[in-house]
Every structure is written in C-alpha cells, then in structure tokens.
C-alpha cells in the first residue's frame, strides 16, 4: 500500500499514498474540509455529510472521509453548492434537538458552533423539533446530556475502537435515533463502562462532559485519544 | 462484556433452546439478526424480553449496546410482549388517502387504546388482556386494495370501519373463549 498518486485538491498537486481518503489528504495539506463526525484515529462512517466535496467527473457529491483517492482525482473542497450544501446540513442539525450555548458547558469550545459560526449560520429556516429528552447524571464523574448530542457516534467508536468496552450504541431509526449505554441501561449503572472518559474528551459538543464544570468552562483534550491510535501503530 | 457468570435467562426451560438456536448460528457472519429472529418466533408473546438480549449478548460476545441497537432499528423486533391476535394497519400514502387514520383511530376508540406518547418510532399497542396487538405498517405493496389491513398475516382489500370492527369483535370473542 504503498503507491503513490498523485491528486489534485484545489487546483494544486499534492503527492498522496493510494488508500488514503481525501479528507486525510486534504488535511495533511494544510486544505480545509469541515467534519463532524470525523475524528483522527477513529474509522470512518460518512454519518455528518459536511464533508461532501466535488470530484471531477462524478455528479453528485462525494463524502471526503469515506472516498479514497486515486491516481488523476480532482477535488474541489469547496464551491456555492456546496458552501449552501454544508450550510443546510448544520441548521438541520441545529433543529433536531435542543442546542442552548448560553448554558452550555462547552460553549466556545464546540464544534457544532464553531461550525455554524464559520458558515455564517446566524439562523435556520426550518422549524424547531423541540424533543423531549433526558439528562443521564447517574454516572459519578461524568454527564449525558441527549438535548445537546448531534449523533456522531465518535463516542460509539472512542469506546469500542479504542477503549475496546463498547458501551455505547446508537438506538432506534432517523428521527428517533438515541446515544444508548448496554441495554439502554443508566450509564452509572453500565458495568462494561471502565469510566475512563475518552468517550467525553471524544464528544464535539456539550453532550458528553465532566461533572463539576459551569457554562464554557469545558474544554477537551481530542487529539489525546487521536493520539492513542496512532502510538499503538507498528505495535 | 462477557467477564463474570451469565445471568440465565428468566424462564430455564426456555434455555436449551436460546442456547441451540445460539449454538446454531453463533460465528457466522450476521448471526445476531437470525438469533434474534428465532427467538423472537419461538418467545410465546413474540418478543424478545431484556433478559434474552442480556442472556444472548453474554453468549455471544456482542456488546449488550449493540444487541440492543439492532434490536430497536428493525420494526421487526418487539421489546414488548405482543397480543395473540394482530392487527396491522396500512399507513403508506394509497391507504392514507383512503381513510385509513379513521381505521385506525376507530379500532383504538373500539380498544380503548391509547397512544403512549406520540414520540414512538414505530406504533404498536397491545391491550391490557393481551388479546389483541394493533400496529401501523409503512406499506403492504398492496395499494390498489387500499386500504389495507392485515390480520393475523391475512391481508383484507377495501376494508371500511364496520367490517374492521366486526373482524376485531370476532377476534376478541374468540381468544376470549
């Protein structure tokens, strides 16, 4: 695996190893692609679409996560389509359940904000869901909130990629989809959980925190379980 | 995880059978789904109580969190027991302009049934006797005999309310017996 490609990403060549996707191209490039549920370290599932990226040659949009280069690819990482594109798909994700910064804990350190701040997503244009949703408080170190959780799964894979406890999955279908530890069991009472709180440092919004933390006060340590990935390599 | 004793599950004599219709599958590929669906078939309210997913997580090795997930993304799996007769009302767009919302809200009225919150995926209501299940379905194929009721796995073409009720009676009367 071995073989390099050589692709071009924004009218620029960059020299790339075959079985590389896009994304890890772009970004070793120092080219910006935005992404959700994307985590270094962690497969890839394409679930966020903010990654959609034009390829030359293919009609629709390819998500750049899940797309692995070829020799010859052209790439353009942005353009109105899909700047409008990206746009919509963080307003849905605004409305589908109940994201308050004001008194949030990771307000300023949130990927979804950061996100929507730099696609200009001053307000969306679809109606509220407004779900009824729960806090899960039962465990001591650690706190669930699913108004704030943007099903990502980045904890889902944190917790079985990397920790190997797989306690979290994700439960339901569309609309009614919910972040579930065992058999949908309080997380304080999850006896596979070995509380070592990767799945937190993982989570990109305020969903998953830490106890004891007021409005904007937390902040997480992402590249640290990115790292771990990386340290076992070779191994 | 499977550390620890497995916890059997609720009925004993249930458990030769959970563990050959495991022992059978376990190691194939997908295994999970058809594990699932057997014991489902072979549950006598249909349906797959939380001990048999803890019981079969432990058996298998899936996380219980996985088992569970699979277990509530298909409208096949039931995670409450389910009435001896049932009946599936069509909710696909040739029977919903064929009236089929006032079936429905007929046969609840008749039952007495309530929805529990209109938050649920999918809608499947049992009464208390467990006589009777009712539960909507996305579609039968079977628009050009809208609207479309299935009862018992026999689907009925063109049903209108009083012929629906007089199905539903009948059915009450007869597990009643």
């Known amino acids: 695996m071995t073989d390099k490609v050589k692709v071009r990403i924004d009218g620029e060549v960059i020299a790339a190893t075959a079985g590389q996707t896009i994304l890890e191209v772009a970004r070793a490039h120092d080219k910006y692609i935005p992404a959700l549920c994307y985590m270094e370290g962690l497969s890839a599932v394409g679930a966020c679409r903010l990654c959609m990226v034009e390829v030359s040659g293919v009609a629709r949009l390819l998500p750049a996560c899940t797309t692995p280069v070829q020799e010859g690819l052209a790439v353009a990482t942005t353009s109105p389509q899909i700047q409008s594109y990206r746009k919509m798909v963080i307003e849905l ?8 910064c004001a008194v949030c804990v990771s307000s300023g350190h949130c990927e979804l904000q950061t996100l929507a701040q730099d696609h200009g997503v001053t307000h969306v244009r679809y109606p509220y869901n407004y779900p009824r949703l729960s806090v899960d408080t039962t465990h001591p170190r650690y706190v669930l909130d699913h108004n704030r959780c943007v099903l990502c799964s980045r904890c889902v894979r944190t917790c079985a990629e990397i920790e190997g406890a797989h306690v979290w999955d994700i439960a339901g279908r569309g609309i009614h989809s919910r972040l579930v530890s065992e058999l949908q069991r309080p997380w304080g009472e999850a006896t596979s959980c070995t509380s070592c709180g990767k799945c937190v440092q993982a989570c990109p919004t305020g969903a998953m925190a830490e106890k004891g933390w007021g409005v904007e006060e937390m902040t997480k340590q ?7 990935t990386s340290m076992r390599e070779g191994q | 995880m499977t550390t620890g004793s497995v916890s059997p599950p609720p009925h004993h004599e ?3 059978l959970i563990d050959r219709i495991i022992g059978d599958q376990v190691g194939r590929p997908g295994a999970l789904l058809g594990i699932l669906e057997k014991l489902q078939d072979r549950n006598r309210n249909k349906y797959l109580p939380m001990e048999t997913l803890e019981y079969v997580a432990a058996r298998t090795g899936v996380p219980q969190s996985q ?14 027991p389910q009435g001896t007769h ?14 089929s919302r006032a079936l429905l809200e007929r046969v609840k009225l008749q039952l007495g049934l309530r929805e529990a919150s209109d938050d649920a995926d999918k809608l499947t209501l049992t009464t208390p006797d467990r006589r009777l299940t009712i539960r909507t379905v996305a579609c039968f194929g079977q628009c050009a005999l809208a609207p479309v009721v299935e009862i018992d796995h026999a689907i009925r073409g063109h049903v209108k309310e009083q012929a629906l009720m007089r199905e539903v009676d009948a059915l009450r009367k007869e597990s009643a017996r």
Not at chain 1, 222 to 228: D, I, K, M, P, T
Not at chain 2, 70 to 77: C, D, H, S
């Open chain 2, 14 to 16: 249930d458990q030769d």
């Open chain 2, 67 to 80: 088992v569970y997930a699979v277990a509530t993304f298909f409208a096949l799996f039931n995670l409450d």
């Open chain 2, 86 to 99: 049932t009946v599936a009302i069509c909710r696909g767009t040739a029977c919903h302009t064929r009236g």
């Open chain 1, 222 to 228: 992402r590249a640290g379980v990115s790292r771990l």
């Open chain 1, 93 to 100: 994700l605004l409305v589908e359940r109940n994201h308050v």
